[in-house]
């Protein structure tokens, strides 16, 4: 069955460093998206790509999705404490309605 | 007005018991969802109905059983609970078609099973 995988599963950064995850689906995706869970909290979703090469920005936020849509990261630029939390991919590949989540980056920023 | 609501939030019972989770939402939506997240955050879809209409039933025990009375409502009924059950459930929603068919998730329910 479909798989996707996460790297990191963990890290922990400094505020005001950098931060990427990265995603990866043993099959393609007819589209990802990305979601954020704060500690004791749901899942959120924070956005949508669905095209192959397809770039997004959502301030400090940058959201990719690979020429295969096969792949896709998130970066965040100058982490804020505000950034903790685990963030997750989810695919959903062409015929399957339910997306397949990641294994989720769970993401520490140290003030 | 909470948009996805679930009920209770935290389920503490014995081994063999039975229980039940509901989950409503008041988004308007046609598709509902109930996910599994384990102690390392994975999180795996159990079932989903649309229009009352069970859809996806991934490899769950059966024990575990969905009720759909109507599309703003999926219930999860679980019989003989088993220690390995112990996890957080989430109750999502999405619309087909939608803007990005989005989940919107509840905010969960943790059961402990002792």
């Known amino acids: 069955g479909q798989q996707v995988m996460q790297i990191p599963q963990y890290q922990h950064v400094q505020e005001g460093e950098d931060f990427t995850t990265y995603c990866n689906s043993s099959t393609t995706l007819s589209n990802i998206q990305w979601y954020k869970q704060r500690p004791g909290g749901h899942p959120v979703f924070l956005i949508q790509l669905v095209k192959s090469g397809e770039v997004k920005k959502q301030k400090r936020l940058t959201f990719q999705f690979g020429e295969a849509k096969k792949n896709s990261s998130l970066h965040i630029t100058a982490t804020q404490t505000t950034d903790v939390g685990t963030y997750f991919c989810?695919?959903?590949?062409?015929?399957?309605?339910?997306?397949?989540f990641g294994s989720g980056t769970r993401l520490q920023v140290q003030p | 007005d909470t948009a996805v609501s679930q009920t209770p939030k935290y389920l503490v019972t014995q081994m063999g018991n039975d229980k039940s989770i509901k989950c409503e939402q008041n988004l308007g939506h046609d598709t509902m969802y109930w996910y599994k997240q384990d102690s390392k955050k994975f999180l795996k879809i159990m079932f989903s109905y649309n229009n009352k209409e069970l859809i996806i039933n991934e490899t769950v025990p059966n024990r575990f059983s969905p009720k759909s009375p109507d599309k703003a409502h999926l219930n999860l009924h679980i019989n003989s609970l088993e220690l390995g059950d112990s996890a957080v459930y989430f109750c999502a929603s999405s619309q087909t078609g939608g803007v990005n068919e989005k989940l919107f998730f509840g905010s969960g329910t943790q059961l402990s099973v002792l």
């Open positions: 989810a695919g959903r590949d062409t015929g399957r309605r339910a997306l397949t």
